[in-house]
């Protein structure tokens, strides 16, 4: 027997078989399982499974099992990881969504179990639990800003993940001092160990009280989870209290560490806090002490002396930005003052058309700046600071900007020097970047105003 091409042709039947095995769904309603996936992952990381069904949604093949320690992405906490197996055979569980009450499990690759297949599955429990303090976080944050920032503060979005946490809510910005409060409290709370419980109950008990946060937008079932920290378990007695069907640290003390990395407008009216936790939070930190080290370093500084040492940089530098001014103040007057005695006069106007050599936009200004103050005409420059771009200004004084406006000037004359541009009837800027064309385009400028400004 040629064993080789036996298990060749084999392998090749195996994928026929699981090709025809798995149904392509265009619509989730199309879903043939019934069967509710029932979810343990409140209590288990891992679970014995039958494959009920194999669907293809567009690039990804999903995995419908009958139990379930993964939960399914919903309320702003993401899907979890996991690893399918059967025997020596495994597959890789990249996200796990939801239609209804079943479950997906969304595999990397091609490769799949066929429908009535026993399995395990063992999720991801090093990302679960980073996800799991994001979320215990997020609570505490929500408390947070109600006791410091207002009590009216509402949520309107947040995103919970192994990396990070997002929290939306109505606010004005919040001020340095609410921003470093609100971290204290959060911390705090974490350092205190607070117990953190879940009891399901019904949702008549709980839809009234005002202490139980909900989204009142939602629509609940009959019977409603509530996560509390703090207090008595199942008592409802805790500090902090919210409807919530997410996974969450077993006390506060868990989540480790927290903070505070931005706040920051998202629409008119909410705000989003961006925050870290636990390891990811501890890095952070870590990253920023060695930049802190690196610049003091740099700064040839004791760390405790670095904000000095650069308020003391930073005023030397506005020191010498403003000695650079005054030179180039000086250097526009000078060159003013020679461009002044080349006036010519078109359409009976007084008119300064010129090249500065190695202008950039910057130095033009100054230069038309200069010239405005003794000059009562119109003023056209142009410059080159480097071999590929052009600089042009123009100018008009009150009683040619009429008839001369600076900005159709500049309009017209900038396409020469492969360019744009455009301003006010008084002043009006451009550039380009063919400096080769600058002689060609102080003749045109020469040529539109003899034309334009009689």
């Known amino acids: 027997v040629d064993s080789a091409t036996f298990e060749e042709l084999m392998e090749a039947q195996r994928a026929r078989a699981r090709a025809s095995q798995k149904k392509q769904v265009i619509e989730l309603s199309k879903i043939e399982t019934k069967e509710p996936t029932r979810f343990v992952g409140f209590a288990e990381s891992e679970s014995d499974a039958k494959v009920l069904e194999v669907v293809a949604l567009k690039d ?55 429908p009535g297949t026993k399995v395990s599955i063992i999720l991801d429990r090093e990302r679960r639990q980073a996800i799991e303090r994001h979320h215990s976080a997020t609570h505490l944050l929500h408390w947070a800003i109600h006791e410091v920032v207002s009590r009216e503060a509402s949520q309107k979005g947040s995103f919970v993940g192994p990396d990070k946490l997002t929290f939306d809510f109505n606010s004005a910005p919040l001020t340095s001092s609410q921003v470093r409060d609100v971290e204290r409290l959060v911390n705090e709370r974490i ?147 020679a461009l002044i005695s080349n006036v010519k006069v078109l359409a009976g106007h007084s008119t300064i058309v010129a090249e500065v050599p190695g202008a950039d936009g910057d130095k033009l200004q100054l230069v038309a700046d200069a010239l405005k103050s003794r000059f009562d005409g119109i003023i056209f420059l142009a410059g080159s600071a480097s071999p590929e771009s052009v600089a042009l200004v123009a100018a008009s004084s009150s009683s040619t900007q009429s008839k001369a406006p600076a900005g159709r000037l500049i309009s017209a004359v900038a396409p020469i020097v492969g360019g744009k541009g455009g301003g006010k009837p008084d002043n009006a800027r451009g550039g380009g970047k063919l400096p080769q064309k600058i002689a060609e385009a102080l003749a045109a400028a020469e040529a539109w105003i003899a034309d334009n400004a009689g």
């Open 60 to 114: 990804k093949t999903a995995v419908i099992l009958d139990v379930t320690p993964c939960y399914a992405e919903m309320g702003g906490q993401v899907g979890d990881r996991a690893m399918i197996s059967h025997g020596a055979t495994s597959w890789a569980v990249a996200d796990t969504r939801k239609t209804g009450d079943t479950w997906l499990h969304l595999l990397e690759g091609d490769d799949f179990p066929e």
């Open 191 to 337: 350092l205190e160990n607070e117990t953190v419980s879940w009891v399901e109950v019904p949702y008549e008990e709980v839809k009234g009280r005002p202490e139980i946060r909900q989204f009142f937008g939602d629509k609940y079932g009959s019977r409603v989870r509530v996560v509390q920290i703090g207090g008595e378990a199942g008592a409802l007695n805790g500090f902090s209290m919210e409807l919530c069907g997410g996974t969450h640290v077993r006390a506060t003390g868990e989540i480790g560490l927290f903070r505070l990395m931005g706040e920051a407008a998202i629409a008119a009216g909410v705000r989003r806090i961006e925050s870290l936790c636990g390891l990811e939070a501890f890095a952070h930190a870590v990253n920023d002490a060695s930049r802190l080290v690196e610049i003091a370093s740099k700064l040839n500084s004791p760390i405790g002396d670095v904000e000095k040492k650069l308020d003391q940089m930073l005023e030397h530098t506005k020191a010498l930005e403003k000695a650079l001014h005054a030179a180039a103040q000086r250097e526009a007057s000078g060159l003013a003052s």
